[in-house]
Nanobody, 124 residues
Framework: QVQLVESGGGLVQAGGSLRLSCAASTRTFSRYSMAWFRQAPGKEREFVAV????????RYADSVKGRFTISRDNAKNTVYLQMNNLNAEDTAVYFC?????????????????WGQGTQVTVSA
């Protein structure tokens, strides 16, 4: 069982930045692909970014490319999401997920564990 705990959300003005963290309670953290998804009110959870176990492979949703950066520190069992130049469309609950699949998936279905989410609100 893997427990994931997100932190770092909050209220920020448009154009501002936030850094999200997700701490995992597992000794096998480096075996998992780690991703961030988000869910806005009334919408389905959508993919944001994923990083494989070695940080050699990273993917982003088109909507966040050039603004968000995903990274991980296997020694700290933590994955991060640096979010810059935020806009109102980024307002959502952000979830981190852990997948045992080796191909760093972007689909919700392939994630085995989820955190409880952290709210990000961007004011215009």
């Amino acid at each position: 069982q893997v427990q994931l705990v997100e932190s770092g959300g909050g209220l920020v003005q448009a154009g501002g930045s936030l850094r999200l963290s997700c701490a995992a309670s597992t000794r096998t953290f480096s075996r998992y692909s780690m991703a961030w998804f988000r869910q806005a009110p009334g919408k389905e959870r959508e993919f944001v970014a994923v990083v494989d176990w070695s940080s050699s492979n990273i993917r982003y949703a088109d909507s966040v490319k050039g603004r968000f950066t995903i990274s991980r520190d296997n020694a700290k069992n933590t994955v991060y999401l640096q979010m810059n130049n935020l806009n109102a469309e980024d307002t959502a609950v952000y979830f981190c997920g852990a997948s045992s699949r080796t191909w760093f998936p972007t689909q919700l279905f392939y994630y085995d564990y989820w955190g409880q989410g952290t709210q990000v609100t961007v004011s215009a």
